[in-house]
């Protein structure tokens, strides 16, 4: 059994968190507004590029469909990585396809070229690829169109697909989008500034999919939860030291000590007492904080 969990356990490394769970009320806004926009890209690119073209254009619109109106808040759903994504990637999807001869080459070529320019000017978005990819492979009718395939379909395709996200988000405060329209309750605010959460996320040095207004939100809301958090803190000995004030917040400090064995740390708990009022409970508590 303790074989089975193990691997278990294993398996859940492996294939890590799933996303955010979210109830059917999202599930509808996120499928009507993908319904419309796809629609739109189709309609559009099949009457300036053909059918051929409007296959592959709406591949690519559809993977940015799935961020638009299923992850809104998302920073790689934000407008400067939509349009510069985009932009970028179309550029370099049709230059790859000009001056390469062979279809593989230039198909390797125009995708890494993407991901590499979308990267160096901060607009990651992943449906960029596959629109470098459409420049090379989506046939004549594509290739006809030269650079002019950046702006039309590429160009009113996005803005088409940005629009429609707009409005659909709009009717609801907790998924406006952009993320700059999005309205949150304010909870007691963080120890940290937006800019310490930014710090943070620039030492990891990864794209990661959220924006800095909505890490503070969570940051916020985390503290909110925390607050009112009765449970006792388990703190492990040897391992962080903790300051803490009555009726404050709790500060913990890691420090580990690498050459000390674990079993060796012990646990322990510490209760924050709040003090209380002398005229309101007639006695004073006389403890900030208990430890066993």
Same mark, same amino acid.
């Given at each position: 059994?303790?074989? @089975?969990? !193990?691997? +278990? ?26 319904? @419309? ?50 932009? *970028?990637?179309?550029? @370099? ?61 590429? +160009? ?9 996200? *707009? ?8 998924? &406006? ?16 500034? !937006? ?39 388990? *703190? ?18 890691? &420090? ?18 709040? &003090?209380?009022?002398?005229?309101? !409970?007639?006695?004073? !508590? ?7």
């Amino acid at each position: 059994m303790a074989q @089975i969990q !193990s691997l +278990l356990e294993m398996g859940k490394t492996w294939i890590g968190p799933g996303t955010t769970r979210v109830g059917w009320r999202e599930v509808g806004i996120s499928g009507v507004a993908a319904l @419309i926009g796809i629609y739109a890209v189709y309609a559009l690119t099949n009457w300036v590029a053909g059918p051929l073209a409007a296959v592959f254009m709406v591949a690519s619109m559809g993977a940015a469909a799935v961020l638009l109106f299923a992850v809104p808040h998302g920073a790689l759903s934000q407008p400067w990585p939509v349009f510069g994504g985009q932009m *970028v990637s179309a550029v @370099i999807g049709v230059t790859a396809a000009q001056w390469i001869g062979d279809p593989a080459l230039a198909a390797g070529v125009a995708v890494g070229g993407a991901i590499a320019g979308m990267q160096l000017l901060r607009c990651v978005h992943p449906p960029g690829g596959a629109t470098a990819l459409v420049a090379v492979i989506g046939g004549a009718a594509v290739q006809d169109l030269g650079y002019g395939f950046v702006l039309l379909p590429v +160009l009113a395709n996005t803005a088409i697909i940005f629009l429609v996200a *707009v409005l659909a988000n709009a009717p609801f405060p907790w998924r &406006r989008y952009p993320i700059g329209l999005a309205r949150w309750d304010e909870p007691p605010a963080p120890p940290l500034s !937006s800019e310490h959460l930014q710090a943070a996320v620039r030492d990891l040095n990864v794209v990661v999919d959220i924006t800095p207004a909505e890490l503070d939100a969570i940051a916020r809301s985390a503290i909110a939860h925390a607050t009112q958090d009765t449970s006792p803190l388990q *703190v492990p000995i040897g391992e962080r030291y903790v300051h803490a004030e009555a009726g404050e917040s709790v500060t913990i400090h890691k &420090r580990f000590e690498a050459d000390q064995p674990l079993q060796e740390r012990g646990q322990v708990t510490l209760n924050v007492v709040r &003090r209380e009022d002398a005229a309101d !409970s007639g006695e004073d !508590s006389g403890k900030d904080g208990r430890g066993s």
